[in-house]
């Protein structure tokens, strides 16, 4: 008797620890799981109430065409991680948002990154949140090389006045043979404070001088690209990828996936080519004509025909970008309008000295709401 006591004990003894076992197993698991659930509730809220995010990015490869008149760069993200949760939540604007961006002239190629929101408001400095930057990349063209570096926008403002805060940039501006870019700022505690400009000299990175002029863009006349812009529009992304900060960011073309396959680019310049094909690359206009992208329109001006002999490198050989072009009586030889079909009527027709002319007033400094 006492045997089967004791047998039946160690059972119930055994059944104890089982449940007490399973008990302690299911109580870790139900703890874990209101922890991921806590976890990813947390995540999501952050991450869908980022505000404007852009990732932070540099060029980590480039390719120049032989004669100099363009480069092919490819942008490495520098926070991958935090590029993925912020499209997993907002997947409708990550593509526009982490897109490639930047302008170029000549001389530089920039790009802003920026993590804030963009509501005076709700702003916050990096000494409020550390999480939030506003700053850009710059590189210096020359001699074939890129020379980059990083400029923390919030710090050189602060630097220039504590009572600043910088809102957004404008485009490229050239002005007495130096390269500047224009930082929108607002007085701290003054949400409806009137907007001043700051000028950062691109060579020496300091704000050259201050004033409440803004960049304009003239209604002159332009070539009318015709059924060129169609087709540039079905090769690119920029309008996928422009934002408000870089409407009018100029001289850049974002190739879609493949559509160079078979262009002339392929076999002249294959290393440009196999930049071009990777994923967050794009190709910057080093020429003397300007290519501006907007929501309705897409302009060229300066020079049309560099631009239109560069750009015959992105199609087939045997295709006629010049079908279609029209050129306007204010850029033509004879002050007549001419629609032409070919690059002998072209340049028949069109006066590279009068667009030249316009250029020079096409981006001046106002006063604001002049």
Same mark, same amino acid.
């Given at each position: ?173 050239? #002005?007495?043979?130096? @390269? +500047?870019?224009?930082?929108? *700022? =607002? ?9 001043? &400009? %700051? ?90 004509? #300007?290519?501006?992208? @907007? +929501?309705?329109?897409?302009? *060229? =001006? ?9 750009? &015959? %490198? ?57």
């Amino acid at each position: 008797m006492k045997k089967v006591l004791t047998i039946v004990g160690s059972v119930l003894l055994g059944v104890l620890l089982l449940w007490g076992y399973h008990s302690y197993q299911q109580s870790e698991q139900d703890k874990q799981e209101r922890q991921q659930s806590e976890q990813a509730k947390q995540e999501r809220q952050k991450y869908e109430n980022m505000g404007y995010y852009t990732g932070k990015w540099e060029i980590d490869s480039y390719e120049f065409l032989e004669d100099g008149r363009g480069v092919a760069v490819h942008w490495k993200s520098l926070t991958p991680e935090e590029d993925r949760l912020f499209a997993k939540y907002n997947p409708e604007v990550a593509e526009n948002f982490l897109g490639v961006h930047g302008a170029s002239n000549q001389r530089y190629i920039v790009r802003d990154y920026f993590h804030n929101s963009t509501y005076r408001g709700t702003q916050k400095l990096p000494k409020e949140d550390p999480e939030v930057y506003y700053a850009m990349a710059i590189y210096r063209i020359g001699d074939r090389k890129l020379e980059g570096s990083q400029l923390d926008i919030y710090k050189l403002v602060e630097d220039y006045n504590p009572d600043y805060i910088p809102e957004k940039t404008g485009g490229i501006i050239e #002005k007495d043979g130096k @390269d +500047y870019i224009s930082i929108q *700022v =607002y007085k701290r505690g003054w949400k409806l404070s009137q907007e001043s &400009q %700051l000028w950062l000299n691109l060579e020496t990175k300091q704000i050259d001088w201050e004033d409440t002029k803004v960049q304009k863009y003239s209604e002159s006349p332009s070539v009318d690209l015709g059924p060129l812009k169609d087709k540039m529009e079905e090769m690119t992304t920029d309008l996928r990828t422009s934002t408000v900060y870089d409407i009018l960011y100029q001289n850049k073309l974002s190739f879609r996936q493949d559509v160079l396959k078979g262009s002339v680019l392929e076999t002249a310049h294959p290393k440009v080519y196999q930049l071009l094909s990777e994923k967050d690359s794009q190709f910057f206009l080093l020429i003397d004509s #300007k290519y501006d992208y @907007d +929501y309705d329109y897409d302009r *060229v =001006y300066g020079d049309v025909s560099q631009f239109l002999d560069l750009y &015959q %490198l992105f199609v087939p050989a045997n295709t006629n970008i010049y079908e279609g072009l029209t050129i306007p009586a204010e850029l033509s030889k004879d002050d007549q309008e001419h629609s032409v079909n070919s690059k002998e009527e072209f340049n028949l027709y069109y006066d590279v000295a009068k667009d030249r002319e316009l250029n020079k007033q096409r981006r001046i400094l106002v006063e604001k709401g002049e």
